[in-house]
C-alpha cells in the first residue's frame, strides 16, 4: 500500500506570493491534517479534513487554508507568503482521525525569500 | 499554548544503556498518545501508542509508560541502538492531535 504522498518536496517563493501544496493520502483513509514544523516550535496543527469537510482549525491566520477533494486528497493554500511562513509542511492521513494514529508524509519544505 | 511539552530538547545516552524520553500534558481529557521518531527531511514514523485505560504499552525494545495523576508519559528505549538517532515527539489526542516540541536522541556507539 502506497504511503501519503506530498508534493513538491521543495519550494522557494518570494514574500507576496502564494503557494498551493498537494497531500495525496492512504488508500482508504478518508482525514487528512495539515501541520507546520519549524525549528524548536514541534508540530503545530494547521486543519483537518474529513470527507470533504473542514472538522477542525488550527491557530493559524486566514492566509493558510485547504480543501479536500471526493478522493480525499487534499491541497493547501498559504496566500501573501510571509517570511515566517519558511517551514516543513507535513501531511497526515488516517481512517478515521480519532484516536488513531497518523501516517505522516515526507512533508513540504517551503523557503519563503 | 503549549498544551504537551517535552522539556529536554536533547539527550545523549550510550549504546545499550536506557533511553528515557518524557513528556506532560495538561489537559486531563486526553485519552490517547503517541510517540512518533522523526529524521531529518523525512515526515515522522509512529512508534508506539497508549491509550488513557492502560499505564504501559510494550513494543519490543519501546515502552511507554502513562501516568494520568501526574499528567507525565515517558518512552523508554531499552538497549539503545545509533540507529535510535533522532528527534522523538510525543502527542496526545484531543479534539485534534497536540504535539511536543521534540526531544533529540543521539545514541553513541
Known amino acids: 500500500k502506497a504511503g501519503v504522498t506530498q508534493t513538491p518536496r521543495y519550494l522557494i517563493k518570494t514574500r507576496g506570493q502564494q503557494v498551493t501544496l498537494s497531500c495525496s493520502p492512504i488508500?482508504?483513509?478518508?482525514?487528512v491534517s495539515w501541520y507546520q514544523q519549524t525549528p524548536g516550535q514541534g508540530l503545530q496543527f494547521l486543519f483537518e479534513?474529513?470527507?470533504?469537510?473542514?472538522?477542525n482549525k488550527g491557530n493559524f491566520p486566514g492566509r493558510f487554508s485547504g480543501r479536500q477533494f471526493s478522493n480525499s486528497r487534499s491541497e493547501m493554500n498559504v496566500s501573501t507568503l510571509e517570511l515566517g511562513d519558511s517551514a516543513l509542511y507535513l501531511c497526515?492521513?488516517?481512517?478515521?482521525?480519532?484516536?488513531?494514529?497518523?501516517?505522516f508524509g515526507s512533508g513540504t519544505q517551503l523557503s519563503v525569500l | 499554548d503549549q498544551q504537551v511539552k517535552q522539556n529536554s530538547p536533547s539527550l545523549s545516552v550510550q549504546e545499550g544503556r536506557i533511553s528515557i524520553l518524557n513528556c506532560d500534558y495538561t489537559?486531563?481529557?486526553?485519552?490517547?498518545f503517541l510517540w512518533y521518531k522523526k529524521y531529518p527531511a523525512e515526515g515522522p514514523t509512529f512508534l508506539i501508542s497508549?491509550?488513557?485505560?492502560?499505564d504501559k504499552n510494550e513494543d519490543g525494545r519501546f515502552t511507554v509508560f502513562l501516568n494520568k495523576s501526574a499528567k507525565h508519559l515517558s518512552l523508554h528505549i531499552v538497549p539503545s541502538q545509533p540507529g535510535d538517532s533522532a528527534v522523538y515527539f510525543c502527542?496526545?489526542?484531543?479534539?485534534?492531535?497536540?504535539f511536543g516540541t521534540g526531544t533529540s536522541l543521539t545514541v553513541i556507539p
Open positions: 479534513y474529513f470527507s470533504e469537510t473542514q472538522r
Open positions: 489537559n486531563s481529557m486526553f485519552d490517547y
Open positions: 497526515a492521513s488516517s481512517l478515521t482521525a480519532r484516536n488513531e494514529k497518523l501516517f
Open positions: 497508549i491509550s488513557s485505560i492502560k
Open positions: 488508500s482508504g483513509h478518508r482525514s
Open positions: 502527542a496526545a489526542s484531543g479534539n485534534q492531535f497536540y
